[in-house]
């Protein structure tokens, strides 16, 4: 199973950035994604989820109202759009494969991770 995330990148305060997340090695459609943040010196932290099908998606708090997660079964593509994008979002991003199909904020639900990618907002 693998997860590669690109689309992390500097950018200014208040701007946007959009995440992608290719999975392989493992029926995308059946299971729900996360995304998750680590900081330097910090815990991961939970950013977003979606289930199996899209029609379900949770947030973290510190990213409701501006970031958004969505992903394409048909390209086996999660992905996370991130707008009004603040200095304390610097952190490398990560996708996650849930063990199963309903989303969660939970981080031993999720059993494959990705490398992630670096996203740095510049104040």
């Known amino acids: 199973v693998q997860l590669q995330a690109s689309g992390g990148g500097l950018v200014q305060a208040g701007g946007s950035l959009r995440l992608s997340c290719v999975a392989s090695?493992?029926?995308?459609?059946?299971?729900?994604m996360g995304w998750f943040r680590q900081a330097p010196g910090k815990e991961r932290e939970f950013v977003a989820a979606?289930?199996?099908?899209?029609?379900?998606?949770y947030y973290g708090n510190s990213v409701k109202g501006r970031f958004t997660v969505s992903r394409d079964n048909g390209k086996n593509t999660v992905f996370l759009q991130m707008n009004s994008l603040k200095a304390e979002d610097t952190a490398v991003y990560s996708c996650?494969?849930?063990?199963?199909?309903?989303?969660?904020?939970?981080?031993?639900?999720?059993?494959?991770w990705g490398q992630g990618t670096q996203v740095t907002v510049s104040s």
């Open positions: 996650a494969f849930g063990r199963g199909p309903g989303a969660s904020q939970r981080i031993t639900q999720y059993d494959y």
């Open positions: 090695g493992r029926i995308f459609s059946i299971y729900a």
């Open positions: 979606i289930n199996y099908n899209g029609d379900s998606t």
